[in-house]
């Protein structure tokens, strides 16, 4: 269901209210897009080495599971 709110100033800039059910949460970085009339706000995706980074200080798993080969049907016609 949409939601309605008014822009106002700030500053020397324009801004609009996010009502809490549209909230990002504090210091959260946001992209603006605009293509025409309509305004997108998403969060900021971190960049791949930060990700890759992230993922690299996980601790590593006490062991690794072995997959047993799964056997393919033949599936003539295909």
């Known amino acids: 269901m949409p939601v309605t709110s008014r822009t106002f100033r700030s500053g020397n800039s324009e801004a609009v209210r996010l009502p809490k059910e549209f909230a990002f949460g504090p210091g959260v970085e946001v992209e603006i897009d605009r293509k025409g009339d309509v305004v997108t706000i998403s969060p900021k995706r971190k960049p791949v ?29 295909l």
């Open 49 to 77: 080495k930060e990700m890759l980074a992230k993922l690299r200080s996980l601790p590593k798993p006490a062991s690794i599971g072995i997959r047993h080969e799964v056997e393919i049907p033949e599936r003539p016609g």
